[in-house]
């Protein structure tokens, strides 16, 4: 098949994939694991091939993975929509993506994205509307998080808090536009239809004056990936604690719970094992749910998780925005000590910029995505504020990690609770998935393939279980929101995005106050990092007793 390639491949030149060998010569494969189409530098053969990435590739975190045997370099492909066309060498010009040499930068330079009419990079031919990439956009962002916002917001003041989520979104976004915007540079310059995350490091590592990390670049891409391995199970933790808390809370008030909603009754709860026990009978079943690994299909579940969490969150909105109290004598700024939880959390709401490029790339026209990205975290950054400062102002000090806590315990209110739940339960699976094709298939490489899908099935419970652990030894959900915000997020939001620009534009001349902002923003990161990540742990090393059980009366 790459006999036809005026680089002329070698014949030795291989791939592996889920154990099996592909060499150069080999006829194309018909349907998915063609690694011809995966836009896989082939740096084993003579010269380089640029191949068209025919399907959706993604960050380094994300779906599949085709690894390359020898010196080559690794792409992760998603095995669901691959391109069945062949890269004959008539078809390789059609391709380009830019009259600049490969050592130039795309017109448009450092200033924001490449002009419109000079990004000429193809889009998916099935790929997304703008439409659909605004909504899966949002829904990468909308979570757990939104939920802990409003006790984020008594961490920091009723004033100071809004306007800290105002510039925590101005400068997240700004990060988002900076990786997109270097992307598209190593796009330009290596003729590439698409760079992830990790690779978009990697190169920028690359093109450094310094020696070290020239040599030394590789790392930027593991460095990466592990972050977004730590942040995805992070989510995952997170995701253990809000089940089992908002379970826990639905099945202690069952007795007392009626169809009156007036807030003004006492309920007394019913006495009932304790949150990590409820963590634990949750388990069998999310290892179950996670022993789906066809996306389509869990493509499905997600949308029935989309739909329950849009439900629940305008009941939610419905509820809080009725008999607010006088606000005046709320601090406006609150202890200084607890701001860093603040920005853990807050941070923990804004990460969603792991999904910024493999949506991009999926879009059909992807100059359309720079104006998606900036209505869509707009929409974001307002709901984060409205609904951390209206759950603030109406449950005051009595605020609880996630608002759905200190909703009353009527049937309606109930049925918000379990429908939130139903909805993180099948997200679990979504974001699980993204660790697991990272994690797992390098393992059961290793392995015979009789005895692979075993493999693969016992890493799964041994990965679900660790997150099941983590969440036990951690059981209370603003804590473990802080932390996995303070520790990972704030890398990949905030830390890296300006380091990359800086290291993907110096060697070409970068204006001072560019250099500046690019290192003020990754200082407050890693302070932010720093002092949220000890304060965590200080506030993690002395739990209150009554915060730990506190289902035991509640005045609604």
């Known amino acids: 098949m790459w006999g036809h390639s005026p680089l002329q491949c070698a014949p030795r030149c291989e791939v592996r994939v889920r154990g099996a060998v592909w060499h150069c010569g080999e006829d194309e494969l018909e349907g998915a694991w063609s690694p011809a189409l995966c836009g896989v530098r082939l740096c084993s053969c003579v010269g380089e091939l640029w191949g068209l990435v025919g399907g959706l590739c993604q960050a380094a975190s994300l779906w599949g ?12 492909c998603w095995k669901g929509t691959m391109s069945t066309r062949r890269l004959r060498s008539e078809d390789y010009n059609d391709y380009s993506s830019t009259d600049v040499t490969p050592e130039g930068s795309p017109p448009g330079g450092m200033n924001g994205f490449a002009h419109p009419e000079s990004y000429q990079r193809f889009g998916e031919t099935n790929g997304t509307t703008w439409y659909q990439t605004l909504i899966h956009l949002l829904k990468g962002n909308i979570g757990t998080g939104l939920l802990g916002l409003p006790l984020a917001v008594k961490n920091a003041g009723i004033l100071l ?9 101005v400068v997240a976004v700004h990060c988002m536009g900076i990786l997109v915007k270097c992307a598209h540079h190593f796009c330009y310059r290596f003729q590439k239809q698409f760079v992830d995350y ?13 020696a070290w990390l020239r040599t030394h670049a590789v790392w930027g891409r593991r460095i990466v990936g592990l972050f977004l391995i730590i942040t995805q199970l992070g989510f995952c933790c997170v995701y253990f604690v809000f089940l089992a808390d908002n379970l826990k809370q639905v099945i202690s008030a069952a007795n007392g719970t009626t169809n009156d909603c007036n807030s003004n009754r006492t309920v007394a709860m019913t006495p009932t094992m304790d949150s990590r026990l409820y963590m634990l009978s949750i388990l069998p079943f999310v290892v179950l749910l996670t022993f789906i690994q066809n996306l389509k299909v869990l493509s499905i579940f997600s949308m029935l998780a989309n739909v329950a969490m849009l439900v629940s ?27 860093p939880l603040f920005f853990g959390t807050a941070i923990f709401a804004f990460e969603g910029i792991g999904v910024v490029l493999p949506l991009e790339n999926k879009m059909k026209n992807p100059r359309q995505f720079p104006v998606i990205l900036y209505v869509g975290m707009t929409v974001v950054t ?20 996630s608002i759905t806590l200190n909703l009353p315990n009527c049937w309606l209110y109930q049925a918000v609770k379990l429908l939130f739940s139903f909805g993180i339960f099948f997200t679990y699976a979504v974001q699980f998935y993204v660790p697991a094709e990272i994690v797992i298939p390098p393992l059961v490489a290793r392995v015979s393939e009789r005895w692979g899908w075993l493999v693969n099935l016992l890493l799964r419970v041994a990965l679900v279980s660790v997150t099941c652990v983590l969440a036990i030894l951690i059981p209370r959900l603003d804590i473990v929101i802080s932390l996995v915000g303070s520790v990972s997020s704030s890398a990949l939001a905030l830390i890296f995005p300006p380091l990359l620009e800086i290291a993907t534009y110096y060697a070409e001349g970068m204006h001072p106050l560019v250099i500046a902002k690019d290192i003020a923003i990754s200082l407050f990161g890693f302070v932010g990092f720093v002092v949220g990540t000890y304060e965590a742990l200080v506030e993690l090393a002395a739990p209150a007793a009554a915060v730990v059980n506190s289902t035991s009366t509640v005045v609604q």
């Open 382 to 401: 307002i709901l984060y504020i409205s609904l951390s400062v209206l759950g603030y102002l109406r449950f005051r000090a009595d605020i609880q990690a």
């Open 161 to 169: 808090g809004p306007l800290s989520l105002v510039v925590m979104g």
């Open 65 to 76: 993975e085709v690894g390359l045997e020898g010196p080559g370099r690794a792409a992760k």
């Open 313 to 339: 969150l305008v009941l939610i909105y419905q509820y809080i925005v009725r008999d607010i109290p006088d606000p005046s004598d709320l601090p406006l700024a609150a202890a200084w000590k607890t701001y």
């Open 198 to 210: 990790g690779g978009a490091v990697m190169y920028g590592l690359e093109s450094t004056p310094s």
